[in-house]
Structure formats: C-alpha cells, structure tokens
C-alpha cells in the first residue's frame, strides 16, 4: 500500500441484482489513510438487458472518496460503457449520464480531485 499510487479497475455488470460497483467503495474506505494513491480509474461495461442499478451505490463512491484521508489522491475517472445487443436504451443511458449530479456532488465540484466521468454506448 506504501507503493501503490495507481488503480485501474475494470467491472463487468450483467446482473440487475448485482452492486454495480461490486464492493469497491468498501474496499477503497479500508484503503484510506494507508495509502499514496494519486489516481483511481474504473471502467463499467453494463449489458442494457441487466438494467444496472442508479441509485446509491453509485453515491458510496463519491462519498468515501471525499473523506479526509486521501492525501495523494489527484484524478478520478468513471467511464460506464452502455452495451446493447441492437437496441438503445435511452432512459439507462440518460439517467447514467445525470450520476455526476445526482450521486457524485462532492467529486464533482472537487478542487482537490480532478473527476472524470463519461457514459458511452457501445453497440455489440
């Protein structure tokens, strides 16, 4: 933990029950104040038929990420890719698009941590 200043995760969600974030905010509270960590990257692939999850989940992540304690932490980036088998699915894609609004508050108007979030629709 005292070398370790990067981490790039990567979520595959096709599960409507499943945590979208599988955990990683409790993990990443376990982390703080142990560690030099200065950027986080976490890339989620969401099937359109798993009609992921927009609610708090999302929020935790903002939240323990905000908490003193992260003294190296400059960059956090967010990346979801919206898969869909031929069809569009407007409403996940526009209620993912508002998480930087409504789940994200304090990343999102950080001046200590650059926040990075973007929602891209991928056509399998």
Known sequence: MQTLKHI???????DVDNDPLFGIPSDLEDMRNKNIIESITIRVMVLTDANARRGD???RLDEVLTTPGWFALKRVSLAIDVCSFGRIDNE???ALRKLPETQFPRLSTSNSISFHFEVDPVLV
């Open 92 to 94: 996940l894609e526009m």
């Open 8 to 14: 790039v995760v990567q979520i595959h969600v096709d």
């Open 57 to 59: 989940d999302w929020g």
